[in-house]
């Protein structure tokens, strides 16, 4: 098994750890809605200590319902994972490209000149 394989599933190995472990452990079971978001607990907090607070600004759009809600949420998600995985795609093409640029330069066939083809053998070593 390789170096690289080893570290991705260790790596994977977490992710379903800290996916599990807080159902596992029975984290958040003391509450009504023991998963629900950030968003929620922040209000909760902050109707806590100042019952009459009043938000500055409502949302543009309101969804009809929670599964709504989750569904634009996931595929924001995901639309943001595509543009990443397209990013890194990208880099990794034009490196893999240079690499093979330069193996090719170094392969050239018996015969062609470096001046005639536009290459300048300054800067190699």
């Keep these: 098994m390789s170096r690289n394989t080893k570290i991705n599933a ?59 809600e989750s569904a634009l949420f996931a595929l924001q998600a995901a639309i943001g994972a595509g543009v990443l995985a397209y990013y890194f795609g990208v880099r990794r093409g034009r490196r893999q490209g240079e690499l093979r640029a330069r193996a090719h330069e170094g392969t050239a066939p018996a015969g062609t000149d470096s001046q005639t083809t536009g290459e300048s053998t300054a800067g190699r070593a």
């Design 10 to 68: 260790l790596l994977l190995l977490v992710v379903a750890a800290l996916a599990v472990l807080p159902l596992v452990l029975g984290l958040g079971d003391h509450k009504e809605e023991p998963f629900v978001g950030a968003d929620a607990e922040a209000e909760t907090a902050i109707t806590e200590i100042d019952p009459d607070y009043e938000p500055w600004f409502s949302p543009l759009y309101e969804p009809p319902s929670g599964e709504i």
